[in-house]
């Protein structure tokens, strides 16, 4: 076999996985890298070039005067304004005389622009405006610039979007609303998933597959009475409607269906032995839980916490229609959306809010991705 | 602020402190009120055995009250709510059904939510299936996949911003978004995706494609994984090539797996309502039944009734599921 032919049966396949992969991953990590590196950059540049070209700097086109004829001076038989457009950070490519033309000469070269005048403007802004006569008129000639600004990273965009946009305080809200709720679910979640194991009770087939039907149920189908029950309570007690404590149970409930799936499909494979044999000694069913049961069961207790605290975190509807959206309510999610509202064009904003709501979920991904697969493997069969 | 953070933790610790109080002290009074010590034989097996009649209950107990009040209870009354008026407070029969026939945005969520079945999981699987396999054959497969997977963090709504500023459009002066800035790089005119009817659809949905590609990857490359590696061997001592192998072998084996994927990004796509709700909230023709609900909720102070309407037609969508999937557990519950 030659070269060629080798290179046809194996070579080529592999270097076309590894290039496939490649833009596929590039392709996956572009959209979230353009908000990470637009979030950094300046407001100003965001807005005039892609966040693409951000290591290399941005043209721009600037409009400037020359001095006016009073700082001419006379050199030799000619006249000559000189002095300089701008104090440094910024290099001149070119120029123009005309607005549609900001490009037409490059920096550095004494050009002819016309009524005998030339002129020359340098990479750093200083100018030399010559011609055989004296200058006349009070106002300094118009030039427009091609001016290179070199690429500005900051985090005035972060501090701007956590002190006045409000996003500090949302951070807090979701945090707020994100622990208990991925807590408590958790708690009664394996109370319930061990009875549903290991403990014998008439109606328990029937529960599970009542769980398992529940797991798909839309939400949707909860809002409205939900929503009715919520206002009557209430009004009721004469209490705000729209609490913490009405968000996390409503979290820690639609939670439920698969998180007792979760845990007792887990439960239920713990060792028989085990269980019987602490039975034997005299435990109590609570007692079994709490000392055998909940620390062996920590690999998936560790799954569905993290599924809960992603999906809880990232929830943007339960949390409007429970939580409202009153400026001072609003967690991440929701402020996220008021701004796409309010500041819609204003991407230093946008792209900084963004990545302050991703920041917490893409770290425990990061650091728990493990136990996030186990669980999809475990619980593929809700729908978020 | 920080005084919200320390009422925040107070809060927390009270309510997860308060859960846990539940179950040891109804244990405790459980234990109480049937004693065993101290007692004769017959009233202590008595005790003993009512004790574990009840137990299974207590633990069960705040389970199931959840479950009844925030998903059996509901389903049941928004049923009922749409055979009633705006203010679920007038029988007005099918009138509410009789709208959602004849009305022209209800139409256009259906045809929008059947486009979006149409395309997502089909372009998910499909995509999650063939990275699966490239990666699995590369020594940086694992790094790849973290990427393909890590948009599974991000929320619906962050996803929306990054995305929208892909498809940012400039009337004037230079493109800062990626997709008009390539369009315009190769001769093409700069275009506001997102309010381009029809065709804005399939710009949402790259979103939801974006996020769920990952999971559909991991499940499937788990799958994959399963697959024995005699079948795979015997094919290529055969002389089948990898084309074949991928389609007449590995595919065959896993199609279980495939329809558990399928599904479960079925009934996502069904409820999707964040993307909309950011990018377009429902303008030029992207409306989708779970918005649509979600206005009706909420417009002109809200008609239950409309709304209920559309949330029943969700559920139908999902009923099937539901069933097979009811099925499937009791056949895995089988032996007990």
Same mark, same amino acid.
């Given at each position: 076999?030659?070269?060629?032919?080798?290179?046809?049966?194996?070579?080529?396949?592999?270097?076309?996985?590894?290039?496939?992969?490649?833009?596929?991953?590039?392709?996956?990590?572009?959209?979230?890298?353009?908000?990470?590196?637009?979030?950094?950059?300046?407001?100003?540049?965001?807005?005039?070039?892609?966040?693409?070209?951000?290591?290399?700097?941005?043209?721009?086109?600037?409009?400037?005067?020359?001095?006016?004829?009073?700082?001419?001076?006379?050199?030799?038989?000619?006249?000559?304004?000189?002095?300089?457009?701008?104090?440094?950070?910024?290099?001149?490519?070119?120029?123009?005389?005309?607005?549609?033309?900001?490009?037409?000469?490059?920096?550095?070269?004494?050009?002819?622009?016309?009524?005998?005048?030339?002129?020359?403007?340098?990479?750093?802004?200083?100018?030399?405006?010559?011609?055989?006569?004296?200058?006349?008129?009070?106002?300094?000639?118009?030039?427009?610039?091609?001016?290179?600004?070199?690429?500005?990273?900051?985090?005035?965009?972060?501090?701007?979007?956590?002190?006045?946009?409000?996003?500090?305080?949302?951070?807090?809200?979701?945090?707020?609303?994100?622990?208990?709720?991925?807590?408590?679910?958790?708690?009664?979640?394996?109370?319930?998933?061990?009875?549903?194991?290991?403990?014998?009770?008439?109606?328990?087939?029937?529960?599970?597959?009542?769980?398992?039907?529940?797991?798909?149920?839309?939400?949707?189908?909860?809002?409205?009475?939900?929503?009715?029950?919520?206002?009557?309570?209430?009004?009721?007690?004469?209490?705000?409607?729209?609490?913490?404590?009405?968000?996390?149970?409503?979290?820690?409930?639609?939670?439920?269906?698969?998180?007792?799936?979760?845990?007792?499909?887990?439960?239920?494979?713990?060792?028989?032995?085990?269980?019987?044999?602490?039975?034997?000694?005299?435990?109590?069913?609570?007692?079994?839980?709490?000392?055998?049961?909940?620390?062996?069961?920590?690999?998936?207790?560790?799954?569905?916490?993290?599924?809960?605290?992603?999906?809880?975190?990232?929830?943007?509807?339960?949390?409007?229609?429970?939580?409202?959206?009153?400026?001072?309510?609003?967690?991440?999610?929701?402020?996220?959306?008021?701004?796409?509202?309010?500041?819609?064009?204003?991407?230093?904003?946008?792209?900084?809010?963004?990545?302050?709501?991703?920041?917490?979920?893409?770290?425990?991904?990061?650091?728990?991705?493990?136990?996030?697969?186990?669980?999809?493997?475990?619980?593929?069969?809700?729908?978020? | 602020?920080?005084?919200?953070?320390?009422?925040?933790?107070?809060?927390?610790?009270?309510?997860?402190?308060?859960?846990?109080?539940?179950?040891?002290?109804?244990?405790?009074?459980?234990?109480?009120?049937?004693?065993?010590?101290?007692?004769?034989?017959?009233?202590?097996?008595?005790?003993?055995?009512?004790?574990?009649?009840?137990?299974?209950?207590?633990?069960?107990?705040?389970?199931?009250?959840?479950?009844?009040?925030?998903?059996? #209870?509901?389903?049941?009354? @928004?049923?009922?709510?749409?055979?009633?008026?705006? *203010?679920?407070? $007038? +029988?007005? !029969?099918? %009138?509410?059904?009789?709208?959602?026939?004849?009305?022209?945005?209800?139409?256009?969520?259906?045809?929008?939510?059947?486009?979006?079945?149409?395309?997502?999981?089909?372009?998910?699987?499909?995509?999650?299936?063939?990275?699966?396999?490239?990666?699995?054959?590369?020594?940086?497969?694992?790094?790849?996949?973290?990427?393909?997977?890590?948009?599974?963090?991000?929320?619906?709504?962050?996803?929306?911003?990054?995305?929208?500023?892909? #498809?940012?459009?400039?009337? @004037?002066?230079?493109?800062?978004?990626?997709?008009? *800035?390539?369009? $315009? +790089?190769? !001769?093409? %005119?700069?275009?506001?995706?997102?309010?381009?009817?029809?065709?804005?659809?399939?710009?949402?949905?790259?979103?939801?494609?974006?996020?769920?590609?990952?999971?559909?990857?991991?499940?499937?490359?788990?799958?994959?994984?399963?697959?024995?590696?005699?079948?795979?061997?015997?094919?290529?001592?055969?002389?089948?090539?990898?084309?074949?192998?991928?389609?007449?072998?590995?595919?065959?084996?896993?199609?279980?797996?495939?329809?558990?994927?399928?599904?479960?990004? @079925?009934?996502?796509?069904?409820?999707?309502?964040?993307?909309?709700? $950011?990018?377009?909230?429902?303008?030029?023709?992207?409306?989708?039944?779970?918005?649509?609900?979600?206005?009706?909720?909420?417009?002109?102070?809200?008609?239950?009734?409309?709304?209920?309407?559309?949330?029943?037609?969700?559920?139908?969508?999902?009923?099937?599921?539901?069933?097979?999937?009811?099925?499937?557990?009791?056949?895995?519950?089988?032996?007990?």
């Amino acid at each position: 076999m030659n070269i060629a032919q080798s290179i046809r049966r194996t070579g080529f396949p592999r270097l076309f996985v590894h290039a496939a992969v490649l833009v596929i991953a590039i392709l996956w990590l572009l959209p979230t890298l353009g908000i990470l590196v637009s979030s950094l950059r300046d407001k100003d540049q965001i807005t005039v070039s892609g966040w693409w070209t951000a290591f290399s700097g941005s043209a721009q086109t600037e409009a400037v005067r020359l001095g006016d004829a009073s700082s001419q001076k006379q050199d030799g038989t000619g006249f000559v304004i000189a002095g300089s457009l701008f104090d440094g950070g910024k290099t001149v490519t070119g120029f123009g005389t005309r607005v549609q033309e900001p490009n037409a000469y490059p920096a550095g070269e004494a050009v002819d622009i016309g009524n005998g005048e030339t002129l020359k403007i340098l990479g750093d802004g200083t100018y030399e405006y010559r011609k055989a006569t004296s200058f006349e008129g009070d106002r300094g000639k118009r030039v427009y610039l091609t001016v290179m600004t070199p690429p500005a990273f900051t985090l005035d965009n972060y501090r701007t979007v956590v002190n006045a946009e409000g996003i500090g305080k949302a951070f807090i809200n979701s945090l707020t609303v994100t622990i208990p709720a991925t807590i408590i679910p958790i708690l009664i979640a394996a109370f319930a998933a061990y009875a549903l194991a290991w403990m014998e009770f008439p109606g328990r087939a029937i529960l599970i597959a009542v769980v398992v039907g529940l797991i798909v149920v839309p939400l949707q189908m909860s809002l409205i009475p939900l929503l009715k029950m919520y206002n009557q309570i209430g009004m009721f007690f004469g209490v705000p409607s729209k609490t913490y404590a009405g968000i996390w149970l409503a979290h820690t409930a639609f939670g439920m269906p698969l998180a007792i799936y979760l845990l007792r499909n887990y439960i239920a494979g713990l060792p028989k032995e085990i269980i019987e044999s602490a039975r034997v000694d005299g435990a109590t069913d609570f007692e079994i839980f709490i000392k055998i049961v909940l620390p062996l069961s920590f690999p998936a207790l560790a799954s569905f916490a993290i599924f809960q605290f992603l999906w809880v975190w990232n929830d943007l509807l339960i949390a409007m229609v429970f939580l409202g959206t009153a400026k001072d309510q609003l967690v991440l999610t929701g402020a996220l959306n008021a701004l796409l509202g309010s500041r819609g064009g204003n991407w230093e904003i946008l792209t900084a809010s963004a990545f302050i709501t991703i920041l917490v979920p893409l770290f425990v991904f990061f650091a728990l991705q493990r136990y996030l697969v186990r669980g999809l493997l475990a619980g593929s069969v809700k729908g978020g | 602020m920080a005084g919200q953070i320390v009422s925040a933790v107070g809060i927390m610790i009270a309510g997860v402190f308060a859960c846990a109080a539940y179950y040891w002290l109804s244990d405790r009074l459980l234990n109480m009120a049937l004693p065993v010590r101290g007692r004769d034989i017959v009233t202590a097996s008595r005790n003993l055995n009512r004790r574990s009649v009840i137990r299974p209950w207590l633990f069960l107990g705040p389970a199931l009250l959840l479950l009844a009040i925030y998903l059996v #209870y509901p389903v049941i009354a @928004t049923l009922i709510l749409s055979f009633y008026d705006r *203010a679920g407070t $007038t +029988f007005v !029969g099918l %009138d509410n059904y009789r709208w959602a026939l004849f009305d022209r945005e209800f139409r256009q969520s259906i045809f929008n939510n059947v486009l979006w079945l149409a395309v997502v999981p089909a372009a998910c699987t499909f995509l999650g299936l063939v990275i699966a396999v490239l990666t699995d054959r590369i020594w940086w497969g694992n790094i790849a996949k973290s990427i393909v997977f890590m948009p599974m963090a991000i929320s619906f709504v962050g996803a929306s911003v990054i995305w929208k500023f892909i #498809y940012e459009y400039r009337g @004037t002066g230079t493109q800062i978004g990626l997709l008009n *800035a390539v369009v $315009t +790089f190769f !001769g093409g %005119d700069p275009q506001v995706w997102i309010a381009l009817p029809f065709w804005n659809n399939f710009a949402l949905m790259v979103i939801l494609i974006w996020i769920q590609t990952g999971f559909a990857m991991v499940i499937l490359s788990a799958a994959l994984r399963g697959i024995p590696e005699e079948t795979i061997e015997a094919a290529v001592i055969d002389g089948a090539n990898g084309w074949q192998i991928f389609w007449k072998i590995m595919v065959p084996q896993i199609w279980g797996t495939i329809a558990v994927v399928w599904t479960t990004i @079925t009934i996502l796509v069904l409820k999707v309502f964040d993307i909309v709700l $950011t990018m377009t909230n429902g303008q030029w023709d992207t409306m989708v039944l779970a918005n649509l609900m979600f206005d009706w909720m909420f417009r002109g102070g809200g008609d239950s009734g409309r709304a209920a309407v559309i949330a029943l037609v969700i559920m139908a969508a999902v009923t099937p599921i539901m069933v097979w999937n009811i099925r499937q557990a009791n056949r895995e519950n089988g032996g007990h």
